[in-house]
């Protein structure tokens, strides 16, 4: 269901917006290893944001975005869309796919 | 012996780049997209650190570490959640699609792909002149800086005027000979530079005062709330509002907005997400962790009065060349961050005001002319504009990144509402630009509501208006809603 998943990939991205302040930690100065704890907190977050970027890019990427099929061959150039566009020119130069 | 050896260092930079420049000249087609985009080729690397020393560069060294220094390291936690994590979202919500849009229908400005969109010449023009306004001033504040630490790092020797001129001609020479491809290069140099230097300081001054544990205890006994998360400076209204606004405003500043058109393939897009929340704590760290050291370790900086803390710690703990290479990456920094506008600027006046309102009948090569004359110009007239010293520029350049963020909502809503209206987005961008400008400038239009800074409340605004007036309003008969909703996919 991609709907679903979709709502699924927005709820991530909120989570992940709302947590790398930790607001639970507020007015806290608890030092480990000589930084506060709230700063470990953030590094440690980001990098957990790292992974789930990672694990987006390998199992969603295109959601929302990508109306063509996930069929490889249905490129750019596969709907009704792709008539009424300036013609593009070729790739010049460059390593377009 | 240090003046001659930071003059040293920066003119070596400036060689440096000028090299690079030449041969990303050699590589470059004579044409209007090579020029600003480097037809589109850029692969992971590339993309992320030019991205990313164009994002963060001089406001990173200095003003970051002065904030930390000021008020304590949660800093850290606002550029981390702005940048780390709400700029990788939209890199991904507004760059993607952007991307493939501008691959599909070769856009090269933001306007160009709304004015596309929803038929209107003049929405695109409104775009840009919106994004020049907000751009102009911040271009000049570049250039006062650069020719303010100029003349502090030369004592005077080098007046204001003449080594802002001097940047400015060199960025001139530069850009127009450079184009996209040789300034990206140049910030990749950069970015990998900025990022090894940062952690040699933290490294090199924690050695010397024994560890981040004394640093930390010293800074506890001179100001033990900066340890404690939140402060009456760090409100979370303040935090949030300042982290969104800024994550928002930074997708629509021309220089970061134009490079989500220059990704070489999805791949490279792709990589680049992933490793963004990554590459931001690693600079911001160690640079906003030193600053907040630094109070301990008693460094006493007069920020008001313009010191900058880093350079300080930097000269009381490390050797003289070390902090001299700092001083020069930052101010090198500083101008990559510039080239880069002047670049986007002039693109934004070419291909949206120029072309469609002046003479529509340009060939690709004298469209590759009149973008080079631009930087010129572009460049000439804001550094003439920061000789005459305006206070109205000054505020318009200060608020540049809340400016571009009331562009931001109405811009996703057209990416992604089929509904919204060629009224909609325009009564929306007006609405929000009208009223953060008032608040900017008019008394009886508050800066702040509950907390909450104006330029939050301008993009609830704009989002409003833009729906509202959407649902009320039928498309007009040229537009094309179809482009932004089928047949988008990358093999």
Redesign the interface.
Known sequence: MPRLELVGWIAVAVVLCVFAIPWFLWDDATVVAGVPLWLWWHIGWMVLASLVFWLFTQRAWGIGIETASEDASSGVDSSDAASSKRPSRPASGGDRP | MTLTLQLGIIVGYLLLALVIGLVAYRLT?R?A??FYLA???FGTIVLLFTTFATLLSAFTFFAGPNVAYQQG?EW???M??MD???F??LW??IG??QW?LG????YVTLGEMLGDRFGATWLRGLIAGISLLWLFPYVMLQQVGAGTALQALTEGAVPYAVGAGLITAFMILYVVVAGMRGIAWTDTIQGAFMLVVTWVAMLWVLAAVG??????AAL?AEA?QH????SDHYT?QW?LSTAIVIGFGVAMFPQVNQRFFTA???TSF??S??????L??LLF?PSF?LGAWALGLGIEADIAGGDNVLPMILAEYTPVWFAALVIAGAMAAMMSSSDSMLLSGSSYFTRDLYRPFIDRTISERTEDLIARIGVVVFATASFLASLWNPATLFELGDAAFSGFAQLALPVMVAL?WRRTTRAGITAGILASQLFYLSSLFLAVVPATYAGWSSGLVGMGLGLVVTVAVSLVTTPAADE?E??Y???????
């Open positions: 087609e044409t997209e090579d037809s589109r080729t390291p850290v936690l606002v981390g959640l780390g994590i709400i990788a979202i991904y919500v993607y699609k493939l691959r599909q229908y070769d560890g981040p544990g004394v640093a930390t506890e033990a340890l404690a998360l939140g979370p935090m070489g393939s999805r792709k990589r997400f992933v490793l963004w929340p990554i931001c704590v760290v962790l992604y094309r179809a482009i909703f089928e047949g988008l996919g990358a093999d």
